[in-house]
């Protein structure tokens, strides 16, 4: 009996991946070798730049982009986090309220333009106040993961050190954009009153949670060892499927490609509307590769 393949894996440790690290899901076609990485979105820019691992998490905007300018990355389809973004837009209560309606003209602040949260959190604002993305100055200074994309014109990168929070409490912009390091309570208030129920509604009319991060395979592996990803991803949808389902809204993960066209096509119209691709992708550029390997018809 042949042994398995050791594939090199960097994703976060959650309830979805728990079971592939601590081997209660297990393949005799693969072994998923894991490199602990904290925060994920450190591992992101390797990946896309130098397919530095097998297997790895990506951001979802990240992932597009990368299918975009072409870097080897393969998306599979399988959503390892999701979830409500309107209350990620703060503003420090020090210096008055700030509402949506304001913002038109502001300054806006958010780790990185190309942030997964930051594209919800404005996906949010256009559809809800009419508030188009240039109308709004970004403030950023993390750049792109996928080191081909430049940013657009409507976006700034102060030359001082300051971080989001420093630039909050000092005026600086009129608002933040916070994703895993949202700070919650005391002087600091949601922009969008009455975030949660906005996005329950939201989910509900569209039938998915607003997607953070997917999973891809490097292009390279995928020639190499076709099966052996076929068997990793076969144990993330496995691992997926037995997640329980939420109390209130749609789940937050998702597997197999049915359940992740109605999405992409939604993100790619907001990515588009952000000037965060540089072209309109098809379904068949994101989701044809994988469906490809998993049918076993890669070239």
Request: net charge negative; hydrophobic share 45%; charged share 20%.
């Amino acid at each position: 009996m042949s042994q398995p393949v050791h594939l090199k894996a960097v994703l976060k440790t959650t309830a979805l991946t728990t079971p592939l690290k601590d081997g209660s899901l297990k393949s005799d076609q693969v072994t998923l070798d894991f490199t602990e990485i904290n925060p994920i979105h450190r591992a992101f820019a390797p990946m896309v730049r130098e397919a530095a691992f097998d297997l790895s998490e990506l951001a979802i905007v990240t992932a597009l982009q990368a299918v975009a300018f072409k870097r080897p990355v393969v998306l599979l389809p399988v959503v390892v986090a999701s979830r409500f973004q309107r209350g990620c837009l703060i503003s420090y209560r020090p210096h008055g309220e700030v509402k949506p309606e304001q913002l038109r003209g502001k300054r806006i602040g958010v780790r990185s333009y190309t942030q997964t949260t930051g594209m919800w959190v404005r996906a949010h604002l256009v559809e809800d106040y009419g508030l188009a993305t240039p109308d709004i100055r970004w403030i950023t200074h993390d750049p792109a993961h996928v080191e081909q994309y430049q940013d657009p014109s409507f976006v700034e990168h102060p030359a001082h050190g300051k971080g989001l929070l420093e630039m909050l409490h000092d005026g600086d912009i009129g608002a933040a954009i916070f994703g895993n390091d949202l700070l919650e309570g005391g002087d600091y208030v949601p922009v969008i009153a009455n975030a949660r129920a906005r996005d329950l509604a939201w989910a509900q009319q569209h039938g998915f949670v607003p997607i953070n991060h997917v999973v891809a395979a490097s292009a390279d592996i995928c020639a190499r060892e076709p099966a052996a990803v076929r068997a990793a991803y076969n144990l993330l949808a496995q691992a997926e499927h037995q997640q329980p389902a939420p109390e209130a809204g749609p789940r937050k993960t998702l597997s197999g490609f049915d359940a992740l066209r109605a999405p992409l096509e939604w993100i790619i119209d907001a990515c588009l509307e952000q000037a965060l691709l540089p072209r309109k992708l098809s379904l068949d550029e994101v989701l044809g590769p994988a469906d490809a390997l998993l049918k076993g018809n890669m070239a």
